[in-house]
């Protein structure tokens, strides 16, 4: 059964840098997320994607954050300078039509 | 008014019982409600799902109920297995937002054997 893939599973990087988190969505879908969900609370969402173009943005996707779809597996999310409150695990989800969001493992990311 | 609020935090049931956990959301837009379930380190995984046009939603032992006037949901889980022991969320999405899903707190159900 296909399935959403995220790299790396854990990253520990220190406050101030840079990081990317790497996603490969199902193969067929067109539609893709990335959300959060800081250690014991709910899951938030980031930010959308869909035809090489970011399609929605939450509050919490500031100028820090971008995100890629360098080539035609891959999706990408740059964090830029890292701070502590960025600690969380980091899910991307895909879809293909309108509603069903399969989501990946996700990468726990550890800002120091 | 995009906010999706569950209940309760937590949840024990016996072997057998069913869990119920409910959801309540504002936003007249939200057409899309699906219920996911998450054991520890993993991802979210899609669950069971239901959009407003049906009242209820079986698959195996698992049962959303819609209420559309009341805007209230819920998840029932009938004959519940110590396998079942997992995080709950509900969520919901809006066509009007790209569909992003608007997630519950979640309910930490425990399955007492």
Known sequence: ?112 | QQQVKQSPQSLIVQKGGISIINCAYENTAFDYFPWYQQFPGKGPALLIAIRPDVSEKKEGRFTISFNKSAKQFSLHIMDSQPGDSATYFCAASSPYSNYQLIWGAGTKLIIKP
């Open chain 1, 1 to 112: 059964e296909p399935e959403v893939t995220q790299t790396p599973s854990h990253q520990v990087t220190q406050m101030g840098q840079e990081v990317i988190l790497r996603c490969v969505p199902i193969s067929n879908h067109l539609y893709f997320y990335w959300y959060r969900q800081i250690l014991g609370q709910k899951v938030e969402f980031l930010v959308s994607f869909y035809n090489n173009e970011i399609s929605e943005k939450s509050e919490i996707f500031d100028d820090q954050f971008s995100v890629e779809r360098p080539d035609g597996s891959n999706f990408t999310l740059k964090i830029r300078s890292t701070k502590l409150e960025d600690s969380a695990m980091y899910f991307c989800a895909s879809k293909a039509g309108a509603y069903e969001q399969y989501f990946g493992p996700g990468t726990r990311l550890t800002v120091t």
